[in-house]
């Protein structure tokens, strides 16, 4: 009996520091993230707003795409983090894989790889953990977190999905914040910084991120839209 319960510990104890190791987090990268300063913006199309910031020691800029809508936070959340239908509402994005790798209460491991159409630059690929609140007890306005997982943990995880010739990501971040203006309206916005390393040039990094941002949140906002009339009566 001791032998069975000893077996049971043990499990448990795994999977606490599997849990614990696999869920550190970039906390000055979200501060950074998370501060209203610094952010100057770079263009306004349609609703949209978008905005980069310096940040120190850092060869590229974070990114932030926002615009005021009403939709209930809880849809925007319920998209984020599901991770096994990605497919279906990041449609502007081009070519990708996404598998959610494990999920629990509040938060979701997933694996994404994006393929790199040009020539002699590999693919990247890297995991992710996401959370459907803010990044610690002081983040109010945070409804979502999401940040990568580095590549020591990912050999302790599940990874069949991985490719060899990919080259493994294992710093970035993001927030989706709802900054409200009234008892209705709010700001959405979405926060990122995301290194895709290798040798690509910083101002290609750049622009690609500037376009990937844009897309995804336009992507979330339009799935968001249409949930949000299909539940009006």
């Known amino acids: 009996m001791n032998f069975f319960l000893l077996i049971i510990y043990l499990i448990l ?4 520091l599997y849990a614990e190791t696999s869920a550190k987090k970039p906390d000055e990268l979200f501060h950074i993230l998370n501060d209203n300063n610094g952010w100057s913006t770079i263009a306004i199309k349609e609703e949209i707003t978008l905005s980069k910031k310096l940040i120190n020691d850092m060869n590229l800029v974070a990114l932030m795409a926002k ?30 894989i996404f598998k959610e790798i494990k999920s629990e209460g509040d938060w979701a491991e997933g694996y994404h790889l ?10 990247r690929e890297y995991f992710f953990r996401v959370h459907a609140r803010g990044y610690n007890i002081e983040d109010k306005t945070s409804i979502v977190h999401w940040y990568l997982i580095d590549e020591e943990v990912r050999e302790r995880m599940i990874t069949q999905f ?4 990919a080259i493994y990501l294992d710093y970035g971040a993001g927030l989706w914040m709802a900054e409200p203006i009234d008892e209705k ?13 290798g040798s690509i040039p910083d101002f290609a ?7 990937n941002i844009v897309n995804i ?14 539940v009006v009566p």
């Open 162 to 165: 991985a490719s060899k010739d």
């Open 13 to 16: 104890l795994n999977n606490s």
């Open 185 to 197: 309206e709010y700001i959405l916005s979405y926060r990122l910084y995301l290194d895709p390393g």
């Open 205 to 211: 990094i750049e622009l690609l991120n500037k376009m």
């Open 217 to 230: 949140f336009k992507d979330v906002v339009s799935e968001a839209t249409r949930r949000n009339i299909t």
């Open 114 to 123: 994006l393929p790199v159409d040009i020539p002699l630059i590999k693919d």
């Open 67 to 96: 615009q005021k809508t009403t939709i209930p936070t809880e849809i925007i959340q319920d998209i984020i983090m599901d991770i096994e239908n990605y497919g279906q509402y990041f449609t502007s994005a081009g070519a990708f």
